[in-house]
């Protein structure tokens, strides 16, 4: 999957979000960038994708991830609402639930 970030026009616009999103969170930009998580919440088996929403139980509606960092001992996982605009984002410690990561190419 070539690297996008939602509702951004083109290559330049999504690299501007996508650097955007990562000073709000505080997050590094590296060439390296998930496309999906996925990880083991209360025994439940979740997944979540850049351009699609989150599971139902993070109560976050409709809104899609716009980005997912790796940061040094966690996932920061970002919407609009949570870690853009306002609020934080939602946090996936590596080491006690994290399955997988894939990467854009």
């Given at each position: 999957m070539k690297f996008f970030v939602p509702a951004a026009k083109d290559d330049i616009k999504a690299e501007q979000v996508y650097s955007a999103f990562a000073r709000s969170v505080k997050a590094p930009i590296t060439e390296k960038r998930i496309w999906?998580?996925?990880?083991?919440?209360?025994?439940?088996?979740?997944?979540?994708?850049?351009?699609?929403?989150l599971p139902p139980s993070y109560q976050t509606g409709k809104e899609l991830v716009m980005a997912i960092f790796e940061c040094e001992n966690l996932y920061k996982i970002c919407t609009l609402t949570r870690g853009g605009v306002k609020g934080e984002p939602i946090l996936g410690w590596q080491k006690l639930c994290i399955l997988s990561n894939i990467f854009f190419r």
């Amino acid at each position: 999957m070539k690297f996008f970030v939602p509702a951004a026009k083109d290559d330049i616009k999504a690299e501007q979000v996508y650097s955007a999103f990562a000073r709000s969170v505080k997050a590094p930009i590296t060439e390296k960038r998930i496309w999906k998580l996925q990880w083991r919440d209360r025994e439940i088996d979740m997944e979540c994708e850049v351009g699609k929403p989150l599971p139902p139980s993070y109560q976050t509606g409709k809104e899609l991830v716009m980005a997912i960092f790796e940061c040094e001992n966690l996932y920061k996982i970002c919407t609009l609402t949570r870690g853009g605009v306002k609020g934080e984002p939602i946090l996936g410690w590596q080491k006690l639930c994290i399955l997988s990561n894939i990467f854009f190419r």
